[in-house]
């Protein structure tokens, strides 16, 4: 079965540059979550999207931007990346038919140096 | 206060026995679902188990298996028969109202590691 693609796997950037991830939902999947995981911690919720329009926001920095497109695929694009980026991003998806299973890509593991 | 509170730091467990990791949640919803999540030191996080609170049955999954005692707001997770490859962090998580996009709030896991 199709599972929620996240690229890239990993990405490695310098201070102060900007970078953007991928989230590619599982088809039929209307709704896409993005969430933070620092190391040794749990998922911190940051921004949600429902048939294209944002749903619900977290404590995303103003620094980073979120949107779903017509194919429901989504992009976060963060900038001034600072060294506390560090993190694994995960997207998740959902449908609105079944909102129970939600099911997480394999995350993005972004370094900054 | 703690929307999910995972009082397990870590846990052992012998090859073929089971073991039950233990979440608590907090919340006034009356529509609310408890998930878990395995997260295997590759990183990706599995789907296990889904209880609505409105099931009035456990929910199961082959090996796996929700405790859900709505009474004392616990939802725990059974493993039976632990392999090997159970061996990874455990994640209780919760979505609060009917709202399909509505979030998951997490708690902060328990590892688990199975031993020979």
């Known amino acids: 079965a199709a599972g929620v693609i996240q690229s890239p796997r990993h990405l490695i950037k310098e201070k102060r540059e900007t970078a953007t991830l991928k989230c590619y939902p599982i088809?039929?999947?209307?709704?896409v979550y993005w969430y933070q995981q620092g190391p040794g911690q749990d998922p911190q919720f940051l921004i949600s999207f429902y048939e294209k329009m944002q749903s619900d926001k977290g404590s995303i920095p103003d620094r980073f931007s979120a949107q779903q497109f017509s194919d429901y695929h989504s992009e976060l694009n963060m900038s001034s990346l600072e060294l506390g980026d560090s993190a694994l991003y995960f997207c998740?998806?959902?449908?609105?038919?079944?909102?129970?299973?939600?099911?997480f890509g394999s995350g993005t593991q972004l370094s900054v140096l | 206060a703690q929307k999910i509170t995972q009082t397990q730091p870590g846990m052992f467990v012998q090859e073929k026995e089971a073991v039950t990791l233990d979440c608590t949640y907090d919340t006034s919803d009356q529509s609310y679902g408890l998930f878990w999540y395995k997260q295997p030191s590759s990183g990706e996080m599995i789907f296990l188990i889904y209880q609505g609170s409105y099931d009035e049955q456990n929910a199961t999954e082959g090996r796996y298996s929700l405790n859900f005692q709505k009474a004392r707001k616990s939802a725990n997770l059974v493993i039976s028969a632990s392999q090997l490859g159970d061996s990874a962090m455990y994640f209780c998580?919760?979505?609060?109202?009917?709202?399909?996009?509505?979030?998951?709030?997490f708690g902060t896991g328990t590892r688990l590691q199975v031993t020979l």
């Open positions: 998740a998806s959902s449908t609105g038919e079944d909102g129970e299973k939600l099911f």
């Open positions: 998580a919760m979505r609060e109202g009917a709202g399909t996009a509505s979030k998951l709030t």
């Open positions: 088809p039929r999947h209307d709704t």
